[in-house]
T-cell receptor, first 115, second 115 residues
Framework: GDSVTQMEGPVTLSEEAFLTINCTYT??????LFWYVQYPGEGLQLLLK?????DKGSNKGFEATYRKETTSFHLEKGSVQVSDSAVYFC??????????????FGQGTILTVHP | GAGVSQSPSNKVTEKGKDVELRCDPI?????LYWYRQRLGQGLEFLIY????????KSGLPSDRFSAERTGESVSTLTIQRTQQEDSAVYLC?????????????FGQGTRLTVV
């Protein structure tokens, strides 16, 4: 079945550091890919998405590119802020077959940014 | 409503009792999802609905777990004869339609504690 694997966490960075959180997926067909974020005390919300190969999703300075050849969707930000401290989840949405529309999530990566 | 609503927000129950968790999706959303999030863990898929049917129930941990959805609206997740390992946050999400490209909207979750 479909699966999503994120890099081990937690990740601790200083403000203005560069961030990469790795995500790889296995899927039947070509899923859509998402990053969701959960800020402290809040529910999960969409950060960005990409729906086909080579698409780049971006939001709030974060970017991720859908790489079909490496089945990856790594999240990057050039300069993190304290307010980016949160849990980040990579997700895939099944695009065909009997589980059409099923959403699969990675295990989440806790990011802490220090001033 | 304005968002996905889950009730109760917190539930403490004695081992062996049955519990019922409720999810009210955003009006008009046809796809509805249930996940379990144990402390420090990722999102564990339980079940999802397309309308009133459940194409994939593979994530339900045992026959003590069941879910239903009526009228393409409210869904209830029932856990019978609760065990301590059932303690977790149960998250519900909905999507406008069950395709691959749309964003999922999450509720705040129900925190279940089995004592």
């Amino acid at each position: 079945g479909d699966s999503v694997t994120q890099m081990e966490g937690p990740v601790t960075l200083s403000e203005e550091a560069f961030l990469t959180i790795n995500c790889t997926y296995t899927a039947t067909g070509y899923p859509s890919l998402f990053w969701y974020v959960q800020y402290p005390g809040e529910g999960l919300q969409l950060l960005l998405k990409a729906t086909k190969a080579d698409d780049k999703g971006s939001n709030k300075g974060f970017e991720a590119t859908y790489r079909k050849e490496t089945t990856s969707f790594h999240l990057e930000k050039g300069s993190v802020q304290v307010s980016d401290s949160a849990v980040y989840f990579c997700s895939s949405a099944n695009a065909g077959g009997t589980s059409y529309g099923k959403l699969t999530f990675g295990q989440g990566t806790i990011l802490t940014v220090h001033p | 409503g304005a968002g996905v609503s889950q009730s109760p927000s917190n539930k403490v129950t004695e081992k062996g009792k049955d519990v019922e968790l409720r999810c009210d999706p955003i009006s008009g959303h046809t796809a509805l999802y249930w996940y379990r999030q144990r402390l420090g863990q990722g999102l564990e898929f339980l079940i999802y609905f397309q309308g009133n049917s459940a194409p994939d129930k593979s994530g339900l941990p045992s026959d003590r777990f069941s879910a239903e959805r009526t009228g393409e609206s409210v869904s209830t997740l029932t856990i019978q004869r609760t065990q301590q390992e059932d303690s977790a946050v149960y998250l519900c999400a909905s999507r406008p339609e069950g395709g691959a490209n749309t964003e999922a909207f999450f509720g705040q979750g129900t925190r279940l504690t089995v004592v």
